[in-house]
Every structure is written in C-alpha cells, then in structure tokens.
C-alpha cells in the first residue's frame, strides 16, 4: 500500500498526529512511515546490551565541555582548567554515588575493556602465594543472567581473595552497593548506560587497600593509576548519565522487566518449542536469549532485517561459532545454533516490543514450514533416534 | 509564591509540546511517556516545599528539552 508522506517540519502536533495514524494504519505502517521521516530505512533498535543511544540529558551535559569549555582538567593556573576539573570531579562523585563508593575510588578510563586489564595486571604484578583474582561478570551480557555476587564477595574476603566484578551491564539497572559487595575493583562503561562511547570507569577499593600497578604511564594522572588526560566531555557523560541512571533505576526497572514479559509472552504463546537461555529468576529482565529449535539463529535474523537484532555478543559476532556461554550452561548444540537475543532498554516501546513479536513469530513459522527436521518432528520421529548415513 | 493548579498544566502543556518535537520516534516517546508518568506519579504531593522543587525540576527539564531540539535537527545524518 501506498504511504504517504508527511512534512517533519509542519506545525501539527507530532504526538496526536502518530497516535491518529496508529488507529487508521496499524503498527507497521506507522513504524514505516517513521523511517520515511528520515528519508532513510532505519530498522527498530532491539540490541541495548551491544550498545545504547546516548540520553538527551547527557548530551546536553556534554556539550559546554566540547564547545566552550575546552580547558585541560590538570591544568593548575587557570580558569579553564579550573572549571574543567571541577566539572570532571563533579562527575566521579556521581558515579561514585551510583555505586555506593568514595569517589577517590574512582578512576577514569577508556572503557570497561581498559579497567578489566588494569584488575588482571594487578593480579600479576601483586601475587603472592596466597592471594589470587576472582573475577565475574555481575550481569551477563547474552543471558542476562546475575551472578550471587554478594555470596561471592563474602566468599572471597573471607580468603582473603582479591574480587572484581564487570559490572558494565550491571550499573544503573540494579542496585548496587560496593561495601555491601565486598567488591575491590568492578569495571564500568560509559555506553552501555546511556552515556558516550570511549569512557568508561575503574572501581579501586582504599579500605581494605587494594593496590595498583599502572596499565599506561605518563603523567600521573589519575594518582598514577591511569596517566593521559582525562576526556572531560566524555567523563561528564558518564557522570551525567550515572545520575540519571540512579534517578530513573525504579521506572526502567520496571518498565523494561513489563516489555519483557510481554515480549517473551507474547513469543512464547503463539509458537512451540521456544527456549528462554539462562535462570529464570536472577537475571536482569532487559537482556532475553531465546533458543527457536528447528531454526537456524543466522537466518532468522536475516529475515528480521527491520529489527536491529543480534545471536550471542557483539564482541564475537564476527565468528560463526555458538555462543560459548550457552555451551558453558549446557545448552545443546542445535539449540545454541538457534538463538536470538532481544535488549530491551530506556527507549524501547511497546509498538516495537509487538512489532518484534509478531514478525518473530511469523517468520519463525514460515522457517519451519520450509524445515525437514520441523517436518519429522511433527510426525513424531524422535531426532535423537536418528542414525545419519555418512556420505 | 504557592504553586497554582494552573502553573503545574501550564508547565505540562509546554514540556508535552516540546517533547513532540523531537525527530527520533525513541526520543520522542520517551519524553512524553516520561513527562506524563512522572507528573501522574507527584498529582498527590501536598507540601509547598517539595512542590516548587518538582516545579523547578520539570521547568529545568523544559529548558533541556528545547536546548535538545537544536541538536536533533532532521539534517542531523552521515554525508
């Protein structure tokens, strides 16, 4: 059907305007005729562990620092530097409020990649005979899994075990609290929380002290921890959107844990044999691994093109090998082929929550209908029973 | 200065309609779902105090989303 276009620039009010074309069009159209808006066919963004667009209210935080307010933050003598330090310490204290920490224990750094590295080299610069490195993701990044890391911090200092934690898909979607933890280093990252890309946060304990080797050095920066100058723009984006994360952590909570239910209710009424990957209760709702036996994973996101989607990590998608964390929770082979994960994050709606479903289930169907394997089943053969010739 | 029933929708009306103009449909449902859940979840808050605070918050908010406008502009695209 033909859909007409609609000037962006008129003077109508959008928000009645879409709410109209949803009751005469339906969800589709009006999610196409979105991305005839743009004059580009973008597809629904489904995929918020990979990455997350940046909260308008971090933008606007960041853009003094790229335009104006330009000073080194290390620099002593003057205004602008003055104002540049004020502004990235101002910044530490939010992410350190986020996690329950001082914000001396905070150090800046490239990411959640960077602050990992710098907590394995601790261990191979301080080890002795009896301490050794602990360290687990808090939320997993396929599954959406949550570690115990409570019992394991408690574990952990009672052996006198150093503990980190890769908190990226963790911080601001859970509550969590470093001294309640017993947590010595927990990595965080600026674009997983709605922040910029390239900045990210190293959690270093002082009480008991945990002490560091530098991964770079340079300057000093940082008390010597991480020498290099320190991106102010970017560390005000990751403090801006720590602040908003503590802020709206209920709301998303919340709200992300309702998409996903109806997202994965949804999916799991219309079609059989339909697997949700990882425990059903400790995890973090917003993170949904589904295993669709009988299809092949590669081609069901192939023909989910206008849903930004993804099977496994992004950090392995280039190779074809299944995910090794669904092989690492017994997931069978044939099942760990078949699985899509579903991020569903601040922004996500409802519409594009329904649109996912629908066009899952339907092509999931349609992958089915054109499946031998799908095909004996539905007679009964059991697959399992089946001795393949060898060719 | 008490708050007035008549500043609070004032105020409503005016981050409503600035929120409907951002170009990107995520942006765009997320300020007016949040703006709307979060004046439904203050309507019974009694003391002055608190909110004039909620006031200032919203009217500070206003003032991003329109500073927001002008760096989401529809040209806003790769070349």
Redesign the interface.
Known sequence: MHIRRFPMNSQINVYAFLTQMTQYYGVTELIKSRELENDELRPLYMDFQATTPMDPRVLDAMLPYQVNYYGNPHSRTHAYGWESESAMEKARKQVADLIAADPREIVFTSGATESNNMSIKLLEETIRQDTSLVSVMTVNNEIGVRQPVEDIGRICRSRNVFFHTDAAQAVGKIPINVSDWKVDLMSISGHKIYGPKGVGALYVRRRPRVRMEPLQNGGGQERGLRSGTVPTPLAVGLGAACDIAQQELEYDHSRVSMLANRLVRKIMSEIPDVVMNGDPEQRYPGCINLSFAYVEGESLLMALKDVALSSGSACTSASLEPSYVLRAIGTDEDLAHSSIRFGIGRFSTEAEVDYTADKCIQQVKRLREMSPLWEMVQEGIDLKSIKWTQH | MAASTAQVLSLYRKL??E?????S????????R?VQ?AFRANRSVEDPKMVEQLLNQGRDNLD??R??QD??P?HL?VV
Not at chain 2, 25 to 32: D, F, G, P, V
Request: charged residues 25%.
């Open positions: 409503m309609k929120s409907s103009k951002f170009p449909y995520n942006y765009r449902t997320y300020a007016l949040r859940d991003m989303i500073r927001q760096n989401n529809t695209q």
